[in-house]
């Protein structure tokens, strides 16, 4: 299925409920640049055969959402450019996502410049089987304007904050979180000998 879709820009609206993708191998951009793609539900893909999903929606910069849940991606080795160029989109839920065995994740999230929530299983690596870090996946460094620090957090404990280069270094336990651009601290303090920190979106953080 490689390309099937490739460059229609003008596309707005694929039905793909009666697809048969229990077989197929590789879908090397498939939707790349369907610009005019708003969203894809693709909850009826079975990719449990697929070693490349390459370039998959590299240039699809008018997507807003994507389910990809019912995605099997263990025996995954090229991911490289996956969702490069996805510029537009602000969510994406790869809980599913195996990336442990995979040998190429270069450009998996390059310029997806509004991504700010992403939920990883214990299963997403970064880095893959491969130990050259021209391979690794890097996720794109959120704003580090007046509100932001540049970093992704944990979104049930902000304190725990990482650079994406840090984040490449997470894994199992450590990465099966939901993460959410870090937001600069407020104003921090001490409550019976436990330390807190309030953030400007109002929540309340104790640690330590």
């Known amino acids: 299925m490689n390309n099937l879709f490739n460059g229609c820009q003008t596309l707005t609206e694929i039905?793909?409920?009666?697809?048969?993708?229990?077989?197929?191998?590789?879908?090397?951009?498939?939707?790349?640049?369907?610009?005019?793609?708003?969203?894809?539900?693709?909850?009826?893909?079975?990719?449990?055969?697929?070693?490349?999903?390459?370039?998959?929606?590299?240039?699809?910069?008018g997507l807003l959402h994507a389910d990809l849940s019912s995605f099997v991606t263990t025996g995954a080795t090229h991911m490289n450019n996956m969702f490069a160029n996805v510029t537009a989109l602000t969510r994406l839920d790869l809980s599913s996502f195996n990336t442990k065995g995979a040998t190429y994740l270069t450009g998996?999230?390059?310029?997806?410049?509004?991504?700010?929530?992403?939920?990883?299983?214990?299963?997403?690596?970064?880095?893959?089987?491969?130990?050259?870090?021209?391979?690794?996946?890097?996720?794109?460094?959120?704003?580090?304007?007046?509100?932001?620090?540049?970093?992704?957090?944990?979104?049930?404990?902000?304190?725990?904050?990482?650079?994406?280069a840090q984040m490449?270094?997470?894994?199992?336990?450590?990465?099966?979180?939901?993460?959410?651009w870090a937001r600069k601290q407020m104003a921090n303090g001490n409550v019976g000998g436990q330390a807190y920190a309030i953030y400007d979106a109002g929540r309340l953080i104790f640690f330590g």
């Open 108 to 164: 998996m999230f390059n310029d997806m410049v509004a991504l700010r929530w992403l939920k990883l299983s214990r299963d997403f690596s970064f880095k893959g089987t491969t130990g050259t870090a021209g391979n690794w996946a890097l996720l794109p460094t959120p704003s580090t304007d007046n509100t932001y620090l540049g970093m992704w957090a944990q979104e049930d404990d902000q304190a725990q904050a990482f650079t994406p």
């Open 168 to 180: 490449q270094e997470r894994t199992d336990s450590a990465i099966a979180h939901t993460w959410i």
């Open 15 to 61: 039905n793909t409920a009666h697809f048969d993708t229990s077989a197929v191998i590789t879908m090397d951009g498939m939707f790349a640049d369907c610009k005019g793609m708003e969203s894809f539900d693709l909850t009826n893909f079975d990719t449990s055969k697929v070693w490349n999903f390459k370039n998959l929606f590299n240039g699809c910069s």
